[in-house]
């Protein structure tokens, strides 16, 4: 009979209070902001996909290569604008990344903590958080105004703003090299440029072209640089200084402000497209990073 | 001798001269179709002409060297190549200078006519030439601000929930889940916002800053999920030494110690939100007014940019430029400030922890 007396006032087991609800409460309402976040990824990946699959797939390849037919007409093309994202990108990755590679080059292994290597540093990070709209209307001013319209304006407003991201990126994987391997070249009696070149830059490659890869995949999805710099063709330009050029995002943008359903699933299809393109980008940035870390 | 540095400085060499043959090329060649292929011509002769000059450069230091001048033959390519990076490092301030006065010239015609008015009437008619900003700056702060609103609490819960709840093999995919959501582009959650939002909420303040905040949050997630991280494992493991739940341990030791650095992480959130364009254009309403329901529709700076560029006469684009001006120095001040609260905090906690 004393035995189950025993047992309770044994129980060390805490018991239920306010502080442990409250945890519970409060853990509970921590997963659920997980499935706050999630919830509108699902929503518009599902119309994305569902829409945009719809007319890219029923048209399969002609839907990316063919151009684009008026706003009324119903049907695929959307030719002009894959091929313009690719070469405005591409011509901006062109730019951007060795030009921010070597300023990073330049903070990390020349500049150090010296007053203006910490002014373009602090500088670069004002340049991140400059508004993709400013940086359009600029070279708007300083570009489309004296060249026109053209495929290259647009390329050197989204290398604006690939610029502070690949400095950035790159300087951080720079850091860490460890600077036994400089030391060690140095001893071997090579150049300062040299031990960059062939020691330093090397052993950060995967991190410069992961951080570069995500850089591209946020340029390819910009669109108000676009607005003002490189119009809006219909007919494929395969040339990026001579008339007008066109964009996914640019065309998304466009075919939003319509009214009419034809042009809103052309859209859609570009909207999945570039879906498509920024998700492969970040995924192969991903594998390389992977990669790399396995390696090692 | 060092082919590495030799091949990788030619690329360099023939991409830079490249860029700007073409770019002087294109000043004379306005709307001629004699085509590509002489700016192709041109642009690798000038390639050529360039590393011809630079190897001539280089051959010409060899003899100059004395006896006792022990550098190898490369110095004159680390010269060079420390150029190139200062140059590199120098194009940031560059640019951001050129933005400031050109962008200022530009728009120095409206400023002029309007004087301070620009920033404190709400009359915006090209019609008559009066352009104020009012509605605008409104449309900006205070979808701002909802985007805020919305996106903090959840932005926290996620860095919280991945950085102290979530079992180990939840974190990667959670972690992969919100960088997922942040290369979306902004101008595809604007087509969905449109086409689908709209339709059930209407275009208002209050669909412009669902969207928005849709944006920042992944922003926010990973920038609060860095700085609760370096929480120290010592204030923890005391927390609970004390007999702390899980809820008391974050908010004892963990919310005290990243106060600062979660500021700074939805400051440069709010700097995000306010630059952020085609979402807004899209579905804030085009209609400039300053209104407090946040189920009126309204516009904001970089949405009105968007919209009325197009048919935008000479003296409006000069009144949007200046429009962006303002929304560059709104920014930046934004922006400034939130570095300067993560610094002192990130020094701080270096003071605290040793």
Known sequence: MTIPELSTSLDLRARPSWRRTKNTIMTVL???????????????????FAKGGKILFAHFPAFLTASIPPTRVAGPGMGPAVLGTLMTTGMATLIAVPLGVLGAI????????????????????????????VMGLFIYVVWTLHFRLQG??????????????????????????????????????????????????????SGIVSGSLLAIARAAGETAPLLFTIGAARVVNTSLFHGESTALSARIF???????????DRGWGAALALVLLTFALTVIARVVTAIATRKR | MNQTTDRLRLAYFALATLVVVFAVYN???????LGGDIGLAASSLGAAIAWFVHRRLAAKHVPARSLTDLRGDGHVDDKLFKLLAVGAATLVL????????????????????????????????????????????????????????????????????????APVRLKKPLVYLIDLLAVVPSVVFGLWGVLALAPHLGRSFLTAGIILAIMITPIITSLAREVIETTAQADKEAAYALGATRWEMITAAVLPHSKGGLVGAVMLGLGRAMGETIAAALVIGSSPQ????????GDSMPAVIANQWGEASDLQKSALIALAVTLFVMTIVVNLVASRIVQRSLAKSRGVGG
């Open chain 1, 30 to 48: 921590l997963a659920s902001t997980v499935v706050a976040i999630a919830i509108p990824l699902v929503l518009v990946m599902i119309s994305v």
């Open chain 1, 106 to 133: 330049y903070l990390n292994e020349y500049g150090g903590q010296s007053r203006f290597a910490r002014t373009v540093r602090f500088m670069s990070m004002v340049m991140t958080g400059v508004p993709s709209i």
């Open chain 1, 152 to 205: 290259f304006g647009g390329s050197l407003a989204l290398a604006c703003l690939m610029l502070p991201v690949v400095i950035n990126a790159a300087e951080q994987m720079l850091r860490l090299v460890p600077n036994g391997l400089r030391e060690a070249s140095y001893a071997l009696g090579a150049t300062k440029a040299r031990t960059i070149v062939t020691v330093v830059l090397p052993a950060a490659m």
């Open chain 1, 254 to 264: 466009e075919n939003a402000k319509e009214a009419v359903v034809a042009a809103q």
């Open chain 2, 27 to 33: 000043a004379f060649a306005q709307g001629d179709h």
């Open chain 2, 94 to 165: 560059l640019i951001l200078g050129l933005i400031a006065v050109t962008m200022t010239n530009r728009a120095l015609p409206v400023l002029r006519t309007m004087g301070i008015k620009f920033f404190t009437s709400s009359t915006w008619s090209e019609h008559d030439g009066v352009f104020g900003a009012l509605p605008y700056i409104w449309g900006t702060i205070y979808t701002s601000a909802i985007a805020i609103v919305i996106a903090v609490p959840i932005s926290l819960g996620v860095a919280l929930y991945i950085t102290q709840i």
């Open chain 2, 290 to 297: 300053i209104a407090l329901s946040p189920f009126k529709s």
